[in-house]
């Protein structure tokens, strides 16, 4: 078998290994989602944010905010289940390069976010009556981009951490913080100094307002720029994935 075969092969198992998992992968979110479109519609009645209804804002953002913790928590979970229960001497064995390791891993975590976000459209969108989206491209690359960069940033937390304890420290510390100062419930412009500032310093805010524009067509700052922040720090994610998948899997 080819070094290709074997990252694809790795790619299917964890595919395969989610779909078993139905409802942890697709209930909670959609419950999440309908929990939060209902609570944010109710409060903001017929509130609009630059032309555009506020459950069709807030909708968009839960999308990515959808495609951020599946991509993320998915390879974080199966790498630190498989040093448990010992099978990641598999993957030490395997004939395989440490980058393609991760990538596996990763694309295994943007399948499952797609998924997700499919599935939750499919049986949300009757919230959100007339919705549609503005820019496909510029959607279906924040969602292919959303979904390799936090599936390689949960390839790094899942290679160094040891147990599921670390990985709710992070889930609570880290990955909830930065999605709630993303502006997915909220305008950033709206915020009074320096939060706004922050906001716009947050990474994820970039994945948030490039997957808004693509949907909706709304954005709080250029969409090019939100871009180049995501190739920039996908790129600076990769290597970090590469030396530490290196230093794990290799040894």
Not at 77 to 84: H, P, Q, V
Not at 129 to 134: F, K, M
Not at 163 to 178: A, G, K, R
């Amino acid at each position: 078998m080819t070094a290709i075969t074997y990252m694809w092969a790795l790619y299917a198992r964890e595919v395969k290994r989610f779909q078993k998992l139905w409802l942890d992968t697709v209930a909670t979110p959609i419950m999440s989602t309908v929990l939060y479109l209902t609570i944010f519609g109710v409060i903001a009645g017929g509130r609009a944010v630059s032309g555009t209804t506020y459950s069709a804002f807030v909708y968009a953002g839960l999308l990515g905010m959808m495609m951020v913790n599946s991509s993320f928590s998915n390879p974080t979970f199966a790498l630190i289940l498989s040093k448990n229960v010992g099978t990641i001497i598999d993957i030490q064995l395997a004939p395989i390069a440490p980058w393609r390791v991760g990538i596996a891993y990763a694309l295994a975590g943007f399948t499952r976010g797609v998924y997700t976000v499919v599935i939750a459209s499919l049986l949300t969108i009757w919230f959100i009556p007339g919705i549609s989206i503005q820019h496909p491209l510029t959607f279906l690359i924040a969602l292919l981009l959303t979904g390799l960069e936090f599936g390689m940033l949960g390839v790094i937390f899942g290679l160094i951490m040891k147990n599921f304890e670390s990985l709710t420290l992070v889930m609570t510390f880290v990955m909830q913080p930065m999605i709630f100062l993303a502006g997915v419930f909220y305008p950033i412009s709206t915020l009074p100094a320096p939060w706004n500032t922050l906001s716009q310093l947050n990474p994820l805010h970039h994945n948030i307002n490039l997957l808004r524009y693509g949907m909706i067509g709304y954005t709080d700052i250029s969409p090019l720029i939100s871009l180049g922040v995501i190739v920039g720090i996908s790129l600076i994610l990769f290597t970090i994935m590469n030396q530490v998948a290196s230093k794990s899997l290799k040894q």
